[in-house]
């Protein structure tokens, strides 16, 4: 059943692999276009900052992104390439804020061989070509003609087969390309050529460079009066010209990236593989170059790119750490550095590895990620829904409801905060040393429940009990006034605003009392035909203190009602089906759109459109926040309002793009909550919870929340460990300066608070490849077992490794037994109380047995052969399901009575893994070196032995990304009675910072979700013309075809964010309502 | 290889350029296979070898005595051979003589259908192709040739056109459509029998052929006659024709454009530089300068004028590279060129081969990782590094000259087979090392028990 997969992407790339600057937008207006492989963003360069203007998913994985300005345009037209041989010219159009293809083709060749040191994209200075190197051996020339537009691409044969980089010159009378490449002999050499339009072919340049430095591997072309190009070498940099020839020594360094300061091209900034970020002069004297001066300006994270915007602001892309806008000061701060940090960009990428872990304990799952590199490093907490950090708390039992008040009106801050018990009603305010302590308010009553209190206008504050409400000032804190129910009856629910008071005593009676100067006056009283369980008047309307309308929740009918104030005539009146009563109702206006929320008892939430004017009710929806009856109140952060749903499982429900998302915080059971704007405590709330009440301060409001966890180096392996409340990390030190370049480490954390508890070195040269948490039968201790290799520079596949088993003792790692081995540990698995490990070529068991001595030890049971390399292993009960490195997946099972392993079942494609994972008994899901994701089909009924033998592929799909790791899990909270919580979900990690869900649908569902996403092909169209169909289906080397059984997520949810008139025209092809299809689709967005 | 891996899963290392060097690395180690086996169900020479396109997993031999069988390279047909020895790999099926559609004599040539396994074709000196259902073993179409079948070829890349090109003893080469079953092409050119046949990798529609005359044509099937005929003496040094000169020193270039034309002129301008080849050059821009002007007047009767040759004797074997820019042929003057299919230009390679078979046609191989050549050399097959023509690597295994090689570029193994009526297995190094440490952990097994 787990063929029918779903594609989602939870956290979009973040890794940016290029960038530019230019005048794209308007010809006023600077823009840094930002690409993250498969995104492209547009971001507007203001005096505040940078804005972000558009983001938008590109079908192809980008191989280049260059702006340019062809003759008689005023504005740059963006160029872009992708790895699928596919290009596209893009303008901005101011119109509609959108992005138009001014040209798009296809540049494949049935000849040569894709280059191996990646496709090389590039604009003539003039725009008279297009140059591309896709292929070894070929150079592709696309002309401009005289109007800018692009003609027929043709090949030029290359000479040089192992390029490295190839650059037009600037000022050539004739185009004219530099190409660095590499002969025969490893030797490193420039050469020019001119490219001759009319002959389609190159004539010789001006002039060549042999013979450079053995490191050099980018080309700077420099632009007028200057010209020439720059080589940037590891151990010297050149300038070099048709008559001129200058080179410096730098510092042994790979140079990643650089960026151009200045228009006439004198200085460039260089970005290395350490971070260091150099400022490269080139001295001049008119059009004399005299010399080369490099400096040392600062470090930053390890860029892939750098674009220098205005006013010594520079954008460093990075794809091994955050990215980051900086500025260049003039001078250098105490540490000698040039560079100040203005803004960091979380990138999550590269993913090696991850473990999806519940540290709270409430049935959520959160991804710890291994990312970055090198010394850019980091774990990374990564949780859906909303933190709160808590700043205080008290215990205070029994809290029925909690309201904070301000000493006046226009006070900017709140001042007391009034918690009410079952038979009393305490009051606390902020004393001078920011403390929380009882104080009363004389005109209040403590002695019993207060239902609701509120400020009220003319510095007054409210309170209402089950026999009375109170009008006091604010100031003198006396009674003003006073209002008592009649005899006989007790008020139930009451709710109140600045003006107004509405509440309903036993047996139907509401009454509604506006509150003046110094009065409260009953307006009107209605009499309902059944008990009143709810209500609400809060203000959604342009008066903040004044509601035209009131929500009513009523018993016995379970309905809803609205009535129009201060006649208490009914407006609306909404059944609600089903026999739980509504608990909570909340008025509210979120993004501009007022919507009536009604909670019921068992944890439902209902959510209406409401129309103010007319009362109507529309666009019912229904979800399912926990299991408790639920409390909503509104709450305000960054100027948005938002609204807490209090239940065992607390959520926010905020607006986004116009429609409600529910996000959940990670607090279990919050009873009440309010606002409690403090001096101490700034945008906090006052939460009640099990038993104290906490003051907090809310995360941003948004989807996913990513905490960063710097550790210097770099991560390579991690999992968690439930009994000892820690992490264990296998990580690798960059050492500049030592012996050996590289130390690896076991470290062990705190799952809490991440801090490093242990450290264990490895040897030297020993690596650490794999890590796992488990325990052995007969033997009531958790392990961490750690799987080692030791990479000698002289061999190519290492022969001895080891297997380490530790055991955590007083927060220390204990070594408790090793076992050596012969080949590297690529992956260890628990597999029925014994140790799977995967060396080599080869699978091995081994069980955990006891020495005479008492001690224990490793000891190899059986193993299995036939694999090229055993690079990827999962288990499931008896069976073990290999992914090799270039032969996709095998199934293996261990026969117990035997004591043995064997082959079961492969698949007999050549496919290069990267991860594998099991979805059921019977089906596997594989990952691949060509970005693919394909699901094989064990068929163990089969009637010949050629079929058991032999896995299906039953489903294919191109993701464009690179999986590092599959596991089992969840980002969010599964209700056990909602409809998603059925469907398994698998988490994924890649190399660009993408974590993606694929969940595995019920077959009618997805049915009905691929005539969905064939109908949104048509309605959506690619960015550049390209199409989605062809983006994802499955390719490698030796073919492609169609993706089956396999759906885009991304695509399919992008229906929420269409107009409503192209929702209509998919709903109209699909022959389903527009609302139907909403509904499936919002499921859908909450799996992740 | 931890740190490479390491490397791609950081991204640092690109996907494809992680596999390809893990490739070229496999193949520099290519060693015969103390793994696999097949077991040659031939009591003949094995004439031809191919691994299907689709899967690259069923291997199909033709041989002298009349048979043609299909192994399968993946799943050893004896389970037991799991166990560390060497796995025995029986060929799945087999047609010879006694097939009732079995083929009289020496079968030349078997190919698969490019386009799934479920059809082969094979070629035998009995003049008949015949077109083979795998699934039942049965011949579902047959040709009759005009005379001994030296070669077959199908198109890879073909979506429009199912034709097998045929080399045969007459000088005709004729192209069988499976679809009609009818021949749909006679090629006229060749002076003798043509004894190999290869169609390009980069255009479905162009047919390289090298006949017995020692002529190498190149067809447009879409076009009436040959386009071009290599000859060797028309030289480029390097993977490109010389790049032109700087147009400023031009004048003397484009005088004497008028009279050659396009890309002839380079060639002799290189006959010039290169020293030995200068009285030779000449002779090549006369008949440069022909092809040139008889292509324009008339492309079908060429043959009359052009006698080039591309080696001195017959052309025995002809192998286009995987990227489409080459073509390597083989000659009965024991020679291997490189020829450019662009401008047509022999590269000047020097491969060391010393002997080759002249009396058979062989079939060369060819990877890209690193760009090597497999050639027949008697009873070696020697690895040549495709731009140094060096011998990078060597098998010797055969007992009697070798016919064929065939590499299977998804295992990155080598099948060879030769007048020893074996076929045998080159496969990357490590598995030795591999045994060792099964043996060892046998041993080791073995004492846990005794304990």
Redesign the interface.
Known sequence: MSVWNYVVTAQKPT?VTHSCVGNFTSPQELNLIVAKCTRIEIHLLTPQGLEAILDVPLYGRIATLELFRPHGEAQDLLFIATEGYKFCVLQWDSESSELITRAMGDVA??????T???QIGIIDPDCRFIGLHL???LFKVIPFDNKGQLKEAYNI???E?QVLDIKFLYGCA?PTIAVLYQD?KDARHVKT??V?QK?K??????WSQNNLDNGADLLIPVPSPLCGVLIIGEETIVYCSANALKAIPIRSSITKAYGRVDVDGSRYLLGDHAGLIHLLVITHEKEKVTGLKMELLGETSIASTISYLDNAVVFIGS??GDSQLIKLNMQPDASGSYVEIIEKYVNL??I?DFCVVDLERQGQGQVVTCSG?YKDGSLRIVRNGIGINEQASVELPGIKGIWSLKSSIDDAFDTFLVVSFISETRILAMNIEDELEDTEIEGFLSQVQTLFCHDAVYNQLVQITSNSVRLVSSTTRQLRNKWDAPAGFTVNVATANASQVLLATGGGHLVYIEIGDGTLTEVKHAQLEYEVSCLDINPTGDNPNYSQLAAVGMWTDISVRIFVLPDLTLFTKEQLGGEIIPRSVLLCALEGISYLLCALGDGHLLNFQLDTSTGELRDRKKVSLGTQPITLRTFSSKSATHVFAASDRPSVIYSNNKKLIYSNVNLKEVSHMCPFNSGAFPDSLAIAREGELTIGTIDEIQKLHIRTIPIGEHA?RICHQEQTRTFAICSLRNQPSAEESEMHFVRLLDDRDFEFLATYPLDAFE?G?SILSCSFTDDKNVYYCVGT?Y?LPEE????KGRILVFVVEEGKLQLVAEKET???V?SLNAFNGKLLAAI???IQLYKWTLRDDGTREL??E??H??HI?A?YVQTRGDFIVVGD??KSISLLIYKHEEGAI??IARD???S?M?AVGILDDDTYLGAD???NLFTVKRHSEAATDEER?RMEVVGEYHIGE?V?RFRHGSLVTRLPDSETSQIPTMIFGT??GVIGVMASLPQEQYAFLEKLQTSMRKVIKGVGGLSHEQWRSFKNE??SADARSFLDGDLIESFMDLSRRKMEEISKGMDVQVEELYKRVEELTRLH | ???A??A?????T???????R?KS?RISSLQLSNRKDFVSPHRGSVNSLQVDL????YLLSGASDGSAAVFDT??ATDSEA?S?LIAKHKCVFSVDKGHEHGHKFAVSSAVWYPIDTGLFVTGSFDHLIKVWDTNTAQAVVDFKMPGKVYRTAMSS?AMSHTLIAAGTEDVQVRLCDIASGAFSHTLSGHRDGVMSVEWS???EWVLYTGGCDGAIRFWDIRRAGCFRVLDQLVTQL????P?????AV?SKVSAEKSSSGGKNRLKNQHGKHTGSQNMKGSSSTKASVEKSRQKRLHPGMLSTLDRATAHYGVVTGLKAT????YLLSAGSDSRIRLWDT?SGCNTLLNFETGRLQTSKAIQLATS?DPALVFVPCMKTVKAFGM??GRTTLMFRGHYESVNTCCFNS??QELYTSGADRQILVWSPG??V??EM??N??VT??KD?WSD
């Open positions: 890794s060749d049935r000849i040569g061989r894709q191996d040191n990646g292929y070894d051996g044969r290359l000479e087969l004739k025969n050529y001119e001759s002959e072919d190159f004539v010789e340049g001006p794809s091994y990428g590269p090696v590199a390579r690596y490849c290799s990479v190519n596949e290492p022969t012969k080949g590297s690529y080599n070529q080869k000891q190899s059986c193993g052969h036939g390399l690079l490195l270039m064997e082959e007999y494609n050549a290069w990267t070196n060509c970005y033998c690179f590092n190399v660009n030796k073919r | 290889m931890w740190q891996i390491q791609r899963e950081t991204g640092r690109p996907s494809n350029s992680f596999a390809n893990l690395r689709t899967e690259g997993r993946q799943r799991s560390g890349l990798t980069s255009s390097g993977v490109r024709p790049i032109l000169k700087h147009t031009n995987n990227d489409g820019m662009q890209d731009w140094s998804t295992d490590g598995s090392e591999d440490v099964q060892e952990e080791e097994d846990n």
